[in-house]
């Protein structure tokens, strides 16, 4: 694969649009596992690993892989998530916020879906009795989460630890922070481990 930087955002895509990763994040299914399992498998040799490790900035992947066919409905909740608890974060806020539902589903003590998870009474504030408010699919933001996601589902690019299950914006101080690990600071959010 021939990387060249800079140049327009047109030239960029052009040469990672032959990537095999999108494909493997958005196959249809109602299980969480199978396009978790596909992902992961595609992503741990990529080309956009490759390409990240070579120095693609996270803004040009999320850029590429804002695009595509949609998401599953599992990955669409947590691209809701990132877009509602995190749309004026950076692009490393975002992931990590879309890596926290992945780990709590994944770790046993939570829900065993990303949606569960998200919808979990009491753990998301933008959820109200389990239901979503509105997206704006036009939006720059909704684009945004859409790549971010796409990205922690492959499990392509680096982020918090699977351990970090917690995080709170850095205005409000729960309790429950004070008994757990502080793992980052990323924008606004704090993120924790037990």
Not at 31 to 42: D, E, H, L, R
Not at 106 to 132: E, M
Not at 171 to 192: C, Q
Request: proline letters at 5%; charged letters at 15%.
């Amino acid at each position: 694969m021939l990387l060249t930087f800079g140049g327009s955002g047109q030239a960029l895509a052009q040469q990672v649009g032959n990537l095999p990763l999108v494909q493997a994040v958005v196959k249809t299914t109602t299980a969480v596992t199978a396009p978790v399992a596909a992902a992961t498998s595609v992503a741990s040799d990529s080309d956009t690993a490759l390409a990240q490790r070579a120095g693609w900035p996270l803004y040009a992947l999320v850029d590429r892989f804002s695009a595509g066919a949609p998401l599953t409905d599992e990955a669409n909740c947590i691209a809701v998530a990132v877009y509602h608890e995190a749309r004026g974060e950076s692009l490393e806020g975002q992931l990590a916020v879309a890596k926290v539902i992945m780990n709590r589903a994944a770790s046993g003590k939570y829900p065993a879906s990303w949606c569960s998870v998200v919808k979990q009474p009491w753990q998301f504030s933008f959820v109200h009795r389990g239901q979503f408010p509105s997206v704006d699919q036009g939006s720059e933001s909704w684009r945004k989460a859409l790549g971010v996601t796409r990205l922690a589902v492959a499990n392509a690019v680096q982020s918090i630890p699977t351990d970090c299950l917690w995080y709170h914006a850095d205005y409000v101080a729960p309790s429950w922070g004070r008994r757990l690990t502080r793992v980052d600071k990323i924008g606004a959010h704090i993120f924790y481990r037990a």
